[in-house]
């Protein structure tokens, strides 16, 4: 079951990215405000502070309190596909608990 919630996660992540694609052809970077602009359209809370975007809310808050690792999971999936099918490399999402936020944050490598 496992393996078809991250394959779920993945193509929902590559999805949201082709139907909200910020950039114009051939640019090749993403702005941490365009990739903050995506998230937002899905029901995240992002803020953009210097190099990091924090989530401050979890759309799927109801299901993670009872499921928690699993919605985590599902939330590094599909937030790491959507920035690869988006092209960015310059941030990288990861796992950074806290309370009343997102499981998910996302930074620049050296950030």
């Known amino acids: 079951m496992l393996d078809a919630v991250r394959r779920s996660a993945i193509e929902a992540g590559h999805q949201i990215a082709a139907s909200t694609a910020p950039r114009a052809a051939g640019q ?16 995240y809370e992002p803020h953009v502070h210097e190099d990091t975007i924090v989530l401050s809310n979890c759309p799927f808050h109801t299901l ?48």
């Open 28 to 43: 090749s970077r993403c702005t941490l405000s365009e990739v903050a602009h995506v998230l937002a359209l899905r029901g």
């Open 64 to 111: 993670a309190r009872d499921h928690t690792e699993l919605v985590c999971g599902l939330n590094l999936d599909l937030i790491t596909a959507m920035l690869q099918h988006l092209g960015v490399h310059d941030l990288q999402a990861g796992l950074d608990p806290a309370p009343h936020r997102c499981c998910v944050t996302l930074t620049t490598p050296d950030g």
